[in-house]
């Protein structure tokens, strides 16, 4: 049951370029705070973001890094559908991780010009924490290493 769960949370996870990035907002005293993003997934299946410094969520996580990255399967009847969350720690992708930018580039090509506009860096999320609901009742949690 749990490996059926493990493997339709990472396809969902797999199967779409964006969520609901939340963090805790500097501006109204920790409340959280939402935000739709792109990402793609590194080698190890975790979510990596572009954000530009004059993001609100950019200046959220600059402050206090906790947050989580929540994914929703299409359809008709959201709570009958798939939605993962990762809960974890945002943390910026370092400049040499030359493999991670370009598969990032790869699946978001007109990305590489954000940089011209906003001051731009990537961030990758470790979570501490998995959430899977599959529909109703199929509620599962997963630490990162079954995830992985």
């Not at 059926?4 to 370029?17: C, R, V």
């Not at 500097?26 to 979510?47: H, I, M, Q």
């Not at 040499?96 to 940089?115: L, T």
């Amino acid at each position: 049951m749990k490996k059926e769960a493990i493997d339709n949370a990472t396809a969902l996870i797999k199967s779409k370029q964006d969520g609901v990035l939340s963090t805790l907002s500097v501006k109204l005293d920790g409340f959280p705070f939402g935000s739709v993003v792109p990402y793609c997934l590194d080698n190890a299946g975790w979510p990596v973001i572009l954000i530009s410094t004059i993001a609100e969520h950019t200046k959220n996580i600059k402050a206090d890094n906790r947050c989580s990255l929540t994914i929703v399967m299409d359809g008709e009847d959201v709570q009958a559908n798939g939605r993962i969350c990762l809960v974890g720690h945002m943390k910026e992708v370092l400049s040499e991780e030359k493999e991670v930018i370009e598969r990032y580039y790869a699946q978001f090509p007109n990305a590489r010009s954000y940089d011209a506009t906003h001051d731009f860096s990537f961030y990758r999320l470790a979570p501490v924490s998995i959430r899977y609901i599959g529909g109703f009742g199929q509620i599962h949690w997963f630490k990162p290493e079954e995830f992985k």
